[in-house]
């Protein structure tokens, strides 16, 4: 029964930390919140840092969310811009030269080879031209419209 009271007893390291920090327990709680006060901090800064990654993160989901808005906005004033331009200027040239065989025959050499694919691409798909009018012709329609004899139509 003494034994096992004298186990219970403290040891003489025990007694030497136990009177340590009655006598130092102001230095020892500065220490203690000081540590306190260090995790707080971390914590709010950590929370702060994860309200701002939140926030960044969110930005940048916007910010890939718009790109493809953007990159078919561009595509669309690409299209406005340069395709129907070009789409118009080739369907003009596509018919004139159809009208026009010998000068298409003296010019289509010297063209840009993309240019005189979607010529002839598009001569393919048009009806036959009609028969050449002869200049006689031709200058005897301008003298009609031209003369003040003529439907009243200057």
């Known amino acids: 029964m003494f ?4 186990n219970k007893l403290p040891t003489s390291k025990e007694i030497a930390a136990f009177f340590y920090v009655s006598t130092h327990w102001s ?5 203690l919140q000081r540590y306190r006060n260090q995790i707080e901090d971390e914590w709010q ?6 309200n701002q990654l939140q926030k960044l993160y969110e930005l940048e989901k916007q910010k890939l969310a718009r790109e493809p ?4 906005e561009n595509a ?5 811009d340069l395709l129907e331009p070009w789409v118009a200027a080739v369907a003009k040239l596509t018919i004139y030269y159809h009208l026009h065989p010998l000068e ?6 010297t063209m840009n080879p993309r240019l005189r694919e979607s010529i002839l691409d598009g001569m393919a ?3 036959p031209a009609p028969p050449a009018v002869s200049n006689v012709t031709m200058q005897l329609i301008r003298n009609i419209f031209e003369s003040p004899a003529g439907t009243g139509t200057n």
């Open 3 to 6: 034994d096992n009271l004298i």
């Open 27 to 31: 230095t020892i709680s500065e220490d």
């Open 45 to 50: 800064w950590r929370s702060k840092n994860q």
């Open 104 to 109: 298409w025959e003296l010019e289509r050499h």
């Open 76 to 80: 669309a004033t690409v299209t406005r």
């Open 125 to 127: 798909c048009l009806p």
């Open 69 to 72: 808005e953007q990159q078919l």
